[in-house]
């Protein structure tokens, strides 16, 4: 079963106070300029024409512990062992691409290197920032799905990450139609749009879902783990303070 959707950039709840915080801002903290520059890259989403998603349920989904690996309807992927270690319970599997769509990665390109490099990086970031809400929205979408049985889900784990080589994206796209939600992919297996992600989430009666898995990952370039970082520090800031005050 295949389920396709196009995305409207108000469906994503993205807060524009995040953007800065990835950029090391606190609130109140940046310049006009910057300010400025979050509103035109806001106003700028909100017309795009191709944040999409899909996902396909397998049925068929067998895991080795043993050799990290699944197996989904005849076709096996070497997804590791902190992969499989989170997958474990799972009985069937949810096979899933969202993308940001190519209409913000060419404008954020163009003003990179051209007249405002500011604008641009923003919109770049601000691209990955929208298909990972995609994919939490799509993964909201299962969860209502799922209601009226006693399922659970896992977290989203992709080819990439956690050990799990980038090539298994040929054996994942292959359950979807060709240019599922206008993504290719290229011999080496990257997507394009570039702000495209696959991946797997888990289904069964006795998986967890663990929100923040960062520790299994080793990529030293996620902005979602930054903006982590950037929220705990301003909270240990603001204990710190509040120490302080109350110490006086």
């Known amino acids: 079963m295949n389920q396709e959707y196009t995305f409207k950039f108000s469906d994503l709840s993205i807060n524009p106070k995040e953007i800065a915080l990835l950029f090391g801002y606190y609130e109140d903290s940046f310049s006009e300029l910057f300010e400025s520059s979050i509103h ?7 017309k795009l024409p ?10 068929n989904l067998q895991i080795n512990q043993r050799n990290f690996r699944i197996q989904a309807d005849g076709r096996q992927f070497d997804v590791g062992k902190a ?9 069937r599997a949810v096979f899933y691409v969202c993308t940001a769509g190519k ?11 051209g007249e405002d490099p500011i604008l641009g990086y923003i ?4 691209g990955s920032m929208i298909t990972e809400a995609a994919c939490d929205l799509l993964q909201s979408f299962l969860k209502k799905e799922l ?3 006693n399922d659970q889900l896992t977290n989203r784990y992709s080819p990439g ?32 749009p570039m702000k495209s992600v696959s991946g797997i989430i888990g289904i069964g009666e006795k998986v967890k879902f663990r929100k923040y898995v960062c520790i299994l990952c080793s990529s030293k370039d996620c902005i979602y783990r930054k903006i982590r970082i ?6 240990d800031k603001i204990s710190h303070n509040v120490r302080s005050n109350c110490n006086k």
Not at 123 to 126: A, E, G, K, Q
Request: hydrophobic letters at 35%; glycine letters at 2%.
């Open 40 to 46: 035109l890259a806001m106003s700028f989403a909100d």
């Open 50 to 59: 191709d944040i999409k998603g899909a996902y396909c349920i397998i049925d």
């Open 83 to 91: 992969v499989c270690k989170e997958l474990k319970g799972a009985e």
């Open 103 to 113: 209409t913000i990665s060419e404008e954020s390109s163009r003003l990179l290197y």
């Open 123 to 126: 919109l770049d970031t601000l």
């Open 147 to 149: 209601e009226s049985t």
């Open 161 to 192: 990450y956690c050990q799990w080589p980038i090539a298994d994206q040929h054996k994942l796209f292959s359950f979807f139609p060709e240019n599922v939600c206008e993504i290719s992919l290229s011999d080496s297996a990257l997507m394009s």
């Open 230 to 235: 950037e929220k705990q520090s301003s909270q």
